[in-house]
Structure formats: structure tokens, C-alpha cells
């Protein structure tokens, strides 16, 4: 059934840990049976910021081949995962913009009835990761979306810790297996529900 699912998994990454949890996200999607299209947004940070840091102009270089996204990855979707770094609590500009874009796909109606799910980085514990997500959040009931968050729902949530979408302190390393384990599943359990909802919606 999950095969008729479409996922599109929409990041914006500086230096590579939201870009991980993208990743592991896909991984879950995919195993869950899902067509999956990872894709990032644009940079738009001019150069000599980006320059200021070594991780930031590697990470660049490292993803050089990752798709950039456009509206159609939204309007083929089922599920839509948004991932960004927190930005003073809020979500990376760059993802703005292209959400930005989608006014068009809105307008039509062909932003509603999709499944929407977020998760974030941040540098420090309480950095902002919820109001992060909350502030994407904001956006999907625009749309009139599904909002699809992991909540407790898996084992490894009661690990990773935060219900409204996979989190991960930048500051203290990589991303680990909980955290990676924590995004699998929150992809995984979109495609489900969306799953259902689309045999739902045939029957
Ligand atoms: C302009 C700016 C604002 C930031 N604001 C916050 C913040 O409010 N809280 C926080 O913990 N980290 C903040 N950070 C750090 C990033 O959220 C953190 O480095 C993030 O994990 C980067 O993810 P990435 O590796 O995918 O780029 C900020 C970084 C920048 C450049």
C-alpha cells in the first residue's frame, strides 16, 4: 500500500546535521515502502558569511549533487518532511523563501489534504527546536495540512525526547543513532497515515 505513497523530504542544511537527519529520514521512508525525492533549497547566505566557516564550505561541496527542490516536488507529494536549523528559534530563512514560493499551489487548493511533518538542529538543548517546528507548523495549517508529528509513539522517542519532530543538538557531535533512529521513524510513520488515508479516500 505505502508504494502508492509520494514522499518529498525539503531541507536546508549549513553544515550538515539537519542534511543528516534528511538522510535517515529517507532511509525510513523508503523502508516503509514510499517513492521518495530528497531535495534542498537554495542557498542564499552570500559567500564571505559562508567562507567564515570551514564545516559550512565543505558541507556545500558535499552536497553539491542533492537536487534542488520546486513546486512540483510539493504538488507530486503525499507527505512533505521540511528540515531546517534554527535560526534564533525560527526556521532558516532559506526554507522560507522557497515556502514562499508555494503561494500559486495554495491558491489552487493543491497544498491541502497532504501529510506535514518537520524536524530540526539547533546548537544548544533548549535552542529553540520546538518553537522551530511550531513556527513551521504555523504554515501547514495554512495549507490545510495533515500535520503528522511523532509524538510517543515509537520506543525510541522516549530516548530522543521530543514529540513534535526529530531534534538535534548540533553542539554536542553528529547526529547519533537515537536521533537518526527518532527520524526514521517519524518518516516511516507519515508514510502511514498517509497510507491509509489515501486507501481511505479510494475505497
Ligand atoms: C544566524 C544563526 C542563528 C542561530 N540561532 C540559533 C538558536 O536560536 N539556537 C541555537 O541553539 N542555535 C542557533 N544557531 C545554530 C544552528 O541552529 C545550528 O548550528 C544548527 O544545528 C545547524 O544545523 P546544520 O548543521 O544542519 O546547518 C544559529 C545559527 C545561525 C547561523
Avoid at 552570500?46 to 527542490?69: F, K
Avoid at 513556527?135 to 521530543?162: E, K, M, R
Wanted: no cysteine; aromatic share 10%.
Amino acid at each position: 500500500m505505502s508504494e502508492f505513497v509520494n514522499v518529498s523530504i525539503i531541507y536546508y542544511s549549513s553544515t550538515g546535521n539537519v542534511y543528516s537527519l534528511a538522510q535517515a529520514a529517507v532511509e525510513g521512508a523508503e523502508k516503509a515502502g514510499a517513492q521518495v525525492r530528497l531535495r534542498k533549497v537554495a542557498e542564499t547566505t552570500p559567500q564571505e558569511v559562508i567562507d567564515t566557516r570551514d564545516e559550512w564550505v565543505q558541507h556545500l561541496q558535499d552536497t553539491a549533487d542533492v537536487a534542488e527542490v520546486h513546486l512540483d516536488d510539493v504538488e507530486w507529494a503525499d507527505v512533505v518532511l521540511f528540515g531546517t536549523p534554527t535560526r534564533f528559534g525560527n526556521p532558516a530563512s532559506q526554507l522560507r523563501v522557497f515556502m514562499e514560493t508555494t503561494g500559486p499551489l495554495w491558491f489552487q487548493g493543491n497544498l491541502a489534504g497532504k501529510v506535514y511533518s518537520a524536524f530540526t538542529a539547533s546548537n544548544t538543548p533548549h535552542g529553540g527546536q520546538e518553537s522551530t517546528i511550531l513556527a513551521l507548523a504555523n504554515t501547514f495549517y495554512h495549507w490545510g495540512g495533515i500535520i503528522v508529528p511523532p509524538g510517543y509513539t515509537d520506543p525510541v522517542q522516549f530516548q530522543s525526547g521530543n514529540p513534535y519532530g526529530t531534534s538535534h543538538v548540533a553542539g554536542e557531535g553528529a547526529p547519533g543513532d537515537v536521533t537518526l533512529q527518532a527520524a526514521r521513524h517519524q518518516a516511516r510513520r507519515a508514510v502511514e497515515i498517509a497510507a491509509a488515508i489515501k486507501a481511505g479516500s479510494t475505497a
